[in-house]
């Protein structure tokens, strides 16, 4: 609760698309005020997906035996 209640989180391939995001929400809704934006670079590994050397996917892990 607060003034900064609301949270988004995406993927995007670059920083400019990061930005272009951002100002289609502004655009959107007038009323809203990003205050904080954070970038993590280079994830490796989401939610189980083999990712090739750019961070695509190339396939979905489901369970490691062992």
């Known amino acids: 609760t607060g003034p900064a209640n609301f949270l ?9 698309d990061l930005l272009r995001v951002q100002e289609w929400l502004e655009t959107r809704a007038p009323s809203l005020e990003i205050i904080d934006s954070s970038v993590t670079l280079r994830s490796r590994k989401r939610m189980g997906w083999e ?3 750019h961070g695509r996917a190339t396939g979905y892990v ?3 035996g062992g």
Do not use: G, K, N
Not at 8 to 16: D, K
């Open 8 to 16: 988004v989180s995406m993927w995007v391939s670059s920083l400019p």
């Open 62 to 64: 489901t369970a490691h």
């Open 51 to 53: 990712l090739d050397t």
